[in-house]
């Protein structure tokens, strides 16, 4: 039996749809004529919708209603399972395949850890469902990153302290989240506002299984 357990964050870190969710953003703003940054794109990321359209709509002097407010959430939402409606295993990022095919091969206990409400839609559309041990997505959570409560509760169902958790993440709120949990962050990405994580690679293919394997039997 192994000590450790691995976390997951989806968007940007499996697979490459955080590019989907940016545009669907994008969209929304043009159509209801606000200003769009591509500052946003690190801000937008591991961060809850509702979180999103609030930053999005923070700046725009733009009056409006929870009714609309609601109605903007599934209006953007539509738009992204537009976008994400044909993606297949191919968004899967480079290299994320042969560290999870080596954990399971191991037994080791893995989990997801993401913001998404359509986690599991896209973790069964990819095919990549049944490699994990439990999916902590929004529909579950409370409290969005960086509150730790997502990896808090992933910890729980694979049974693990969180102590011997660790933690993939491409957000800077994830990363938070992670450290707040007390758990080994390991950013993925080249921002430099990745900078409070444990470890930080450009992606997966940096990541040697020799490295994963310390992990695994560090104490
Ligand atoms: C992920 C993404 C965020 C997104 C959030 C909610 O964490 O990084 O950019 O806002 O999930 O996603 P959802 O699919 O529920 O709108
Ligand atoms: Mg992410």
Redesign the pocket.
Known sequence: MTSKGFIF????VIVDT?KY?FMAWKRLAELLGIGFSNELIEQ??????VR?LEILLLNSNYEFTSYEFEKWLVE??KI?LELISRVDETVILPGVMNVMNFLRSESIPMAIG??????KRILSQVGIDTFFDAIVD?NVVSEA?PDPEVFRIAAEQIRMDSKDCIVFED?MAGIEAANRAGMTSIAIGKSNKLSKAHYRFNDFTEIQINFINQLIQKI
Not at 44 to 49: A, C, I, N, Q, T
Not at 114 to 119: I, Y
């Open positions: 964050d989806l968007d940007g955080a969710h937008f990321k591991g961060v809850s919708r999103c953007k939402n992204y993401s913001a998404s409400k359509n986690a929004g990153k957000s």
